[in-house]
């Protein structure tokens, strides 16, 4: 399976555009969007929709500038899967996420997060490969140092060491857009406005 997973759209129109023609130029099969669709819940339109006329499949998270009830009615709106607390499951590989938001009004606790991870995880544990999404990045990693004021997320750092995803995909922290590194086996990687694409 051919991914493409990008954060942090915050809105831009034009981006998503040519993220969808990307996507398509590169016969992706599935889109992750790793948070932040809005910019403080503003205007959503065409966050999704470009892709779903390319006819790809889009799954998400939430990030801090989208609320859950945002990201519901997205989901609803447009027939896509928020994958907040759930998962979802393509052939031998399982996807989880949640939003993992510790700042701003749509936070939720360690706990919630550890909680709803694990959720999304007991549905998929048996699937050959798993991928897990969320918007904020893992604490204890080299990009949670590239910023003074953004924490990483303690829960999420448990929750790779104790499931072992193949591929954690996170964004929230501009400042480390791009950057991969190791948790353990699993390959941690910020999509923060910097698409990646990779076969699973």
Sequence with gaps: MRILSVGCIHGNKKFVEDLAQKAEDENVDLVILAGDL????????????????KNKKVIFVPGNHDSLATADFLAEFYGVK?????????????????????????????KETYDLLKKGFESVRYLKKKIMVTHVHPAGTKMEKLSQFVEGNKAVEKAIKQFKPDIMLCSHLHEGRGLEEKIGTTKVVNVATKPQIFDV
Excluded: M, W
């Design 38 to 53: 809005s910019s403080h819940e503003g205007n959503t339109e065409g966050v999704i929709g470009p892709f779903l006329k």
């Design 82 to 110: 928020n994958i907040h607390g759930y998962s979802v499951r393509y052939k031998d590989i399982g996807i989880f996420g949640c939003s993992a938001v510790n700042c701003g009004i749509n936070q939720i606790n360690d």
